[in-house]
């Protein structure tokens, strides 16, 4: 079973940048297709990013296509997700996880397991 840890969350000004990191134990993520949802109170959790398992495509919300980029690290099995041009509706507890059914399309939240706590984002205006 993997255990994930998301970090790098924290306060930003509009128009600021952060990295999160999704760091993996347990399982390596090779094989895996990996996907960032994010969620705030009292709503489902959304799709930001996802890539395939072989790297070979990558998928972004509209919301966030051409300011945020997901990647990978196998060597440190940690996933990435930069985050540029932060606006205030990006606040929100980010998550990351593996893909592992695949019934359903990737922004799905359904189709990935063995979610991480989440890491906090919050930009001011």
């Known amino acids: 079973q993997v255990h994930l840890v998301e970090s790098g969350g924290g306060l930003v000004q509009a128009g600021g940048s952060l990295r999160l990191s999704c760091a993996a134990s347990?399982?390596?993520?090779?094989?895996?297709?990996m996907g960032w949802f994010r969620q705030i109170p009292w709503k489902e959790r959304e799709f930001v990013a996802a890539f395939t398992w072989n790297y070979g495509s990558t998928y972004y919300a509209d919301s966030v296509k051409g300011r945020f980029t997901i990647s990978r690290d196998n060597a440190k099995n940690t996933v990435y997700l930069q985050m540029n041009s932060l606006k205030p509706e990006d606040t929100a507890a980010y998550y990351c996880a593996p893909r592992v059914y695949y019934t359903g399309s990737y922004e799905d939240r359904g189709q990935y397991e063995y979610w991480g706590q989440g890491t906090q984002v919050t930009v001011s205006s």
């Open positions: 347990g399982r390596t993520f090779d094989g895996y297709a």
